[in-house]
């Protein structure tokens, strides 16, 4: 389908309508971020001309990667998680638009140099509630009003409690009841969770498991489908952490 380099790897693929219609093009913008917390916003016009071997996207400094492409409508509120279990919360209107070959600019600083950016959601209603999951199968859906907005490049607020049980963080989505969870295992197994099984829990708190995993097996990978009622969800089971292990913090 497409002609890259050998050493490259698709990041992230948008459903777009008609790049011929200039009033959808001039009213939309392409977010990406990077794994080292760059972020950047192009209008959709400057990809209304695609080639055959691609057009330059971003420029990506050095030790990083691309991780995320969302397409918004200019008043997005946008979150980064990082692996470590923090999120950073603001609204794109912080982020100026920028030509196709620019970098990008600091969306959330990252903890340490092991550190990295694990997800990037656009939420433009605050029906949408946010859910986070952790390598070793835990996971957490909270209200997006526990996310203060803040000022872009932050630090950010603590999105899960990591510990050595929950492992570090690796996805973030935003999420209704009617949606559905695809959960990947390393080993390749996938499971599908209804999202309304999951209570709505505090942002600085464990969660609780969404899946027992084996020996040596993580998570590889998680996305939401929609729920189309009649498919069948696996019982798994799920069940708070047992009372005491709940952390809750204060607001970082």
């Known amino acids: 389908m497409l002609n890259i380099e050998q050493e490259d790897k698709v990041k992230a693929y948008?459903?777009?309508?008609?790049?011929?219609d200039k009033e959808?093009?001039?009213?939309?913008?392409?977010?990406?971020?990077?794994k080292k917390g760059?972020?950047?916003?192009t209008l959709l016009e400057a990809y209304s001309r695609p080639r055959q071997t691609g057009v330059n996207a971003i420029t990506v400094k050095e030790g990083d990667q691309l991780l995320e492409a969302r397409m918004t409508g200019g008043n997005h509120e946008i979150l980064m998680a990082i692996r470590s279990g923090k999120a950073i919360r603001f609204h794109e209107s912080t982020v100026r638009p920028v030509g196709r070959t620019a970098s990008g600019v600091r969306g959330i600083s990252l903890s340490g140099k092991n550190d990295e950016v694990v997800g990037m959601i656009c939420v433009e209603s605050e029906s949408e509630d946010i859910l986070v999951v952790s390598e070793n199968g835990y996971g957490k859906r909270s209200s997006i009003h526990d996310y203060r907005i803040t000022n872009r490049g932050g630090k950010g607020v603590k999105t899960i409690n990591i510990t050595e049980k929950t492992g570090d963080l690796i996805g973030i989505l935003s999420v209704t009841?009617?949606?559905?969870l695809m959960i990947i295992n390393r080993s390749g197994i996938t499971i599908r969770l209804e999202v309304n099984q999951?209570?709505?829990?505090?942002?600085?708190?464990?969660?609780?498991?969404?899946?027992?995993?084996?020996?040596?097996?993580?998570?590889a990978s998680v996305a939401k489908v929609d729920n189309e009622g009649n498919a069948e969800s696996e019982?798994?089971?799920i069940e708070?952490?047992?009372?005491?292990?709940?952390?809750v913090e204060s607001e970082e």
């Not at 760059?38 to 916003?41: C, D, E, L, R, T």
């Not at 009841?177 to 559905?180: A, I, K």
């Not at 999951?198 to 998570?219: E, Y």
């Open 38 to 41: 760059i972020i950047k916003k």
């Open 177 to 180: 009841d009617d949606d559905d």
């Open 14 to 20: 948008l459903r777009v309508k008609d790049l011929g």
């Open 198 to 219: 999951l209570r709505i829990q505090g942002r600085a708190t464990q969660g609780v498991r969404l899946i027992n995993l084996r020996d040596n097996d993580s998570i």
């Open 235 to 237: 019982d798994l089971g």
């Open 24 to 34: 959808y093009i001039n009213n939309n913008y392409i977010i990406l971020c990077t």
């Open 240 to 247: 708070p952490v047992a009372e005491g292990e709940e952390i």
